[in-house]
Each structure stands twice: as C-alpha cells, then as structure tokens.
C-alpha cells in the first residue's frame, strides 16, 4: 500500500470522529518514526564505532609493517657484500675516490652511521678544501672542514669567494664542477650526472647572495655586519693552521670590505709549496704587512715554495718569498705599484730554476741599475704583458729551453726585432707555441695600444718546432704571406709544423680574404699533401681562429671548413673596407 493509500478508507470531508482516528494513528506513527530513528543512529554509532577500531587497527598494523620493512632493510644492508668488507679496504676505497674527488668526504659521510664514523676517523679526507662562497655565506663551513682534517696533515686549499654584485672588468676563471657550494638549509645542490654528488653543511642565507647586492635599506641588518667581518673570520680559521698549509689558493672577483683581512697572513709555512692570492679587477689598497710584503731582513720558513701567483695584491720586489727559487711565478702587479725594470729583474734573477714565468706590470719604470743578461736553462713558459718598457726585459734574458712565448705589451717600437734577438740569444729554442698581442691585456692598454704591430715576419723561418700561432693588433696580408707558399726569396716554408692560427683585431685590407684563402690551399690542398720545399713538407692545418679580422662571407667560411677540420670565425660589426 502506497504512504497515501490507508487514507482512502477516511470519508471525504472529514467527519469529527474520522479527525479524532486520523490524530490517533498520527500520534502512533511518530512514535514508531522515533524508535526507528534511534535505531538508525545506534546502528550508524555502532558503525562508526566498529570503522574507527578498524582504523586504529589498520594503523597499527602499517605501523608495526613499516618498522618490519626498516628491519628487512637493515637487515639486507648488514647481509649485503659491501658489508663484510674490511674497515681497512673500505677506507682505501675512500682514498682512491678521494683522489678523483676532493670534496667526497661530505657525501661519504652522509651513506650510513659507519661510513660517517670511518669518513670522521680519516682526516685526509679532508685535506684538500674547495669551496666557492660569498660573504652572505657562513665562514664555519671552512672551521668545520679544518677541524675534521686534524692537526698534522698538509692542507691544499682552493677557495673563490664572489663577491656581491658585478665585476667591471671581467670575473675569476670558474671553479670545477666538484666544488662545494654554501647553500641555504634545505636546499640541494645538482650537479652533472658524471660528477660525484655534493653534500654540504647547510649555511644560513637570507637572501640571493649570488644576484644584486641586498638594498640600502638593509645596509645596516645583522646579515650586512656579518658580510662585512666574512674574511676576518675566515682567514682567522685558515691561518691558524698556516703550518699545515702545502698549497693555498685564494681567488676573488673585486674588491670586498673585509679584505683586509688578508695583510694578517704572515708567519711561517714550512710545507707549503703553491701560494695564489687573486683577483680578477684591480683593487685600491696601500701596503700590506704580509707575506709579499715583508722586508728582506724577516726571517721566514718557506723553503718548499716553488709556486707564487699574486694577481692585483700588494708586493714588494725585495721580499724574500721572492727568493726561495721559485718554478713559476706569475706577477699581475697593481697600477701604483711602480717598480723599475732594475728591480723586476732582480726578482727574475732570484729565481734562476723557473720554468714558467708570467709577468704584467701595468707601470715599469727605467731601469735605476744597468740591466744584467741573465740566464734561466729551465724556462719552458714566459709570458710578458703591459707597458712597453717590458719587452727591455726580453731584451736581456737567455732561454734555452724555451716553448712557449707569449707578449703582450704595449705598442710602441715593432716587436719582431725583440723576438728575433731573443732567439738568436738563446740559440734558437725549440718554440711550440707563439702569441703576440692575443690576450686580454692588449685591450686595457694605458699608452700606446696593442703592441701586436711587426713591419716583418722573417723570423717565423726560423721556428720549424712551432705549432700554435696566435697574433692580434698587426695587417693581415704580411702574416698571411709570410705562412703561406714560399717565393722565390725563401729557401723553405715558415713554421713547417704549425697546425693551430688564432687571429684577432687584424685589420685586413682588400685583399686579405684572398691571402687566408691562398694560404689554406697551399698548406691544405683538397687532395693530397702539401708541396715539397727543399725536402720539408708542411703539416695540414688542423685549427683556424679569426676575431673581428673581417668579413669573410658565408661562401668563403663554408670552403674554409671543408679544408680546415676546426674553424671558427667572429666578422666585425661593420666591414673596414668599406
């Protein structure tokens, strides 16, 4: 029966009695509605009940599951092979990722609690520091790596510290890919896959350190103070352990407010055999009580020393870390730092075992005392840069043993005859690698301009051992001439063995494309070797660089790179011909 249907039986209208019957059977319906209504909710309290035990359940048993499946997984890693290695094999397996990897150790350390115990236990594997950082950084990550190396074994230090904001003059040279980078906790560092992961200690940071600088307004946050005392807590760590020092490289890209803090690096170092202090720009600062710095009579212990890189620091000439026969020594020195060429060779002298030797002096003076010819038989690398007095130097040096020549002064007087003369003197060196005016240093000149200018290239003939030829700032058509097919005035080709020709900034006339072309076809003929000249076939060229030369056209570079396997060319903005 329909809800509707028992009315039917109720007369139409309703009559007194049939209201009072209907008002009774309401009153019995509403009671039996309410006893099912508390049936329904004891029933759905019930459920309730019986869902909320089942949960608890569950979740017990995912609890007593999950530390079931720690257990099978401590249990599979005790059972596992690398297990029951030794202690002693798995610290030399330690080492020999040590040797790939200098900053492993954060990562070994990180596996388990016994790779972590036997990680702490090895200082060596904290001997050698690499970190790029910045100001914004906290300087304990240098503590703690010093303090996991111990007391007694010999440091190598790397650190690059950027600076906030933005180098006017270029930036340090970037650091490998294996260094550790300070970071803000719980951030992670990725690095390529062929890499060796890197874990760090998390360093607190408040904001990008590595973009702009913060804004004016917060100049004067605890964050800036700390940024501003940076290196005197750092170099504080790091001389302390002065005595354990065997290489100390520190690299910067501009001047920063703490940076004084490198004049307290004094003492002794009786191991250390590299010392680099650098940077990238130049810097304002008067003279340090330091190291370079020190007056000849100081006593110091830096018998091992045969590295030394000072690039825009304070020096002076008579310091005795200039006198501890050094084998490279490369010297960028300071605009008002005005040292005459007497005393430059002084240092040069002090040093007769060098075999590389990189000198930029912005300002030389003449020289005060008669220049001495001096010899050094173990010089493979020499490298001149600045102002014009420099190539005096070249003027009276002895090379045997020289391979590769790198000068760029500035311009003033043609520089071949510097070159020949230094060949003739040192009997003719087996030279590989040539560069004239190619570097950075002929851009940011303070007189004459790239010094990359020479009237003849005659002595070219006279390097069969040369491999690698770069020029910069000279006519083109010369050079070109000079390498390619010999006339009826040369008994032999230039430079037989030259396989690389880096130009840059040479300024070419009409006919220069025409030169560069006629010198690929002789020296890479589409068939075949080269022709013979008295006996003496040259060696195909392999590299071909031109930069702001001129413009060569599409055609013209796409035949360049069917002869050459290696070409790369950057045309000028505008053509100088026109």
């Not at 520089?415 to 590989?432: F, G, K, M």
Request: with cysteine; hydrophobic share 40%; aromatic share 8%.
């Amino acid at each position: 029966m329909t809800p509707s249907g028992y009315l039917a039986n109720y007369p139409e209208p309703p009559t007194d009695s049939a209201v009072a019957d209907a008002r009774r059977e309401l009153q019995v319906q509403q009671e039996q509605l309410l006893a099912l209504s508390e049936k329904i909710t004891s029933a759905e309290d019930s459920l309730a009940q019986i869902v909320v035990e089942r949960k608890c359940a569950i979740r017990d048993l995912r609890r007593e599951k999950l530390v079931l499946e720690e257990k099978v997984t401590y249990t599979k890693a005790y059972i596992s092979p690398i297990r029951r290695l030794p202690h002693e094999l798995l610290r030399h397996i330690f080492l020999f990722n040590f040797d790939d990897h200098p900053c492993c150790a954060w990562v070994l350390a990180a596996v388990c609690t016994l790779w972590r115990r036997l990680t702490l236990s090895m200082p060596r594997l904290w001997s050698k520091i690499r970190l790029v950082t910045n100001q914004s950084a906290t300087a304990d990550t240098i503590r703690l790596w010093l303090e996991r190396s111990g007391d007694k074994v010999p440091l190598d230090i790397e650190i690059y510290l950027r600076v906030n904001g933005v180098s006017n003059e270029g930036s340090v040279n970037p650091p490998p890919p294996h260094y550790v980078i300070p970071h803000p906790p719980g951030t992670a560092i990725l690095l390529p896959p062929a890499q060796t992961p890197i874990i760090v200690p998390q360093s607190p940071s408040h904001h990008d350190s590595w973009g702009s600088p913060p804004p004016p307004s917060s100049r004067n946050t605890p964050q800036a103070q700390r940024n501003a005392h940076w290196g005197h807590i750092a170099i504080f760590y790091l001389i302390e352990q002065m005595h354990r020092w065997q290489r100390f490289v520190f690299r910067f890209d501009r001047q920063f407010p703490s940076m004084s803090a490198l004049k307290s690096i004094a003492g002794d170092a009786p191991i250390l055999r590299e010392f680099e202090i650098s940077c990238a720009e130049t810097i304002y600062a008067s003279e340090w009580p330091w190291i370079p710095s020190s007056s000849p009579a100081t006593s110091m212990a830096l018998g091992k020393l045969e590295s030394l890189m000072l690039h825009h620091v304070p020096f002076k000439w008579s310091s005795p870390i200039f006198k501890t026969n050094l084998r490279s020594l490369n010297l960028r020195s300071l605009p008002s730092n005005h040292l005459p060429l007497d005393r430059i060779m002084h240092i040069i002298a002090s040093n007769p075992d060098l075999e590389s030797l990189t000198l930029h002096f912005a300002v030389a003076l003449p020289a005060i005392l008669p220049l001495v010819q001096t010899s050094l038989p173990r010089l493979r690398e020499l490298t001149f840069g600045g102002h014009y007095h420099m190539s005096q130097l070249a003027d009276s040096l002895v090379l045997p043993s020289l391979e590769v020549l790198n000068l760029d002064v500035e311009a003033r007087d043609p520089i071949e005859d510097t070159i020949t003369n230094l060949l003739q003197r040192s009997n003719n060196p087996p030279i590989t690698r040539l560069s004239v005016s190619y570097g950075s240093t002929s851009s940011s000149t303070l007189y004459y301009g790239p010094g990359g200018v020479v009237i003849s290239w005659g002595f070219l003939t006279d390097l069969n051992n040369l491999q690698s030829l770069s020029i910069g700032g000279t006519p083109l058509e010369p050079f070109l001439s000079a390498l390619g097919m010999p006339d009826e005035e040369q008994t032999h080709w230039a430079c037989p063995n030259l396989t690389t020709v880096a130009m840059k900034s040479c300024h070419a006339h009409s006919d220069g494309i025409a030169k560069l072309v006629q010198l690929v076809e002789a020296r890479n003929p589409e068939s075949g070797s080269a022709t013979m000249v008295n006996g003496v076939i040259p060696t195909r060229l392999q590299h071909l660089e031109l930069y702001d030369c001129a413009t060569l056209g599409q055609d013209v570079i796409e035949w360049l790179k069917k002869r050459v396997d290696e070409v790369i060319c950057t045309e000028p903005s505008y053509d100088s011909r026109l």
